[in-house]
């Protein structure tokens, strides 16, 4: 599945949330550093950079890109060069594709 050709849209209230063999088929198209959590409705990645300066750089372009898809995403950036990305949808208390399309395309930042 080539989530990163994928364009977030926007979400409704009440759409179901991933889960079983679907929710599998998605996270498998994402980089094993994703990681399931919250009884798996969150999907979560951290990543480490040289210095304070590239992981600020990399939350600047999450953030861009977030903006971009209108899809938007916890940054937390830690331990001065460490940056944390959590992905779920609001509206729908869990994950939707929107998560695994942005989880995608920030991978390849």
């Known amino acids: 599945m080539d989530l990163k050709s994928l364009k977030c849209v926007a979400c409704r ?4 949330t ?8 998605y996270k498998d198209s994402v980089d094993p550093s ?14 480490e950079f ?8 990399f939350v600047n372009k999450v953030g861009e890109l977030a903006e971009a898809e209108g899809h938007h995403p916890n940054i937390y950036l830690h331990s001065y060069k460490k940056v944390g990305v959590e ?3 609001h509206k729908i208390g869990g994950l939707h594709q929107n ?11």
């Open 13 to 16: 209230g009440g759409e179901p």
């Open 18 to 25: 991933l889960k079983g063999g679907e929710l599998a088929k």
């Open 34 to 47: 994703w990681k399931l959590y919250a009884r798996d409705t969150k999907i979560k990645r951290e990543f």
């Open 50 to 57: 040289k210095n304070f300066k590239e992981a600020l750089e």
């Open 87 to 89: 992905l779920w949808t």
């Open 99 to 109: 998560d695994f399309i942005l989880a995608s395309k920030i991978d390849l930042l």
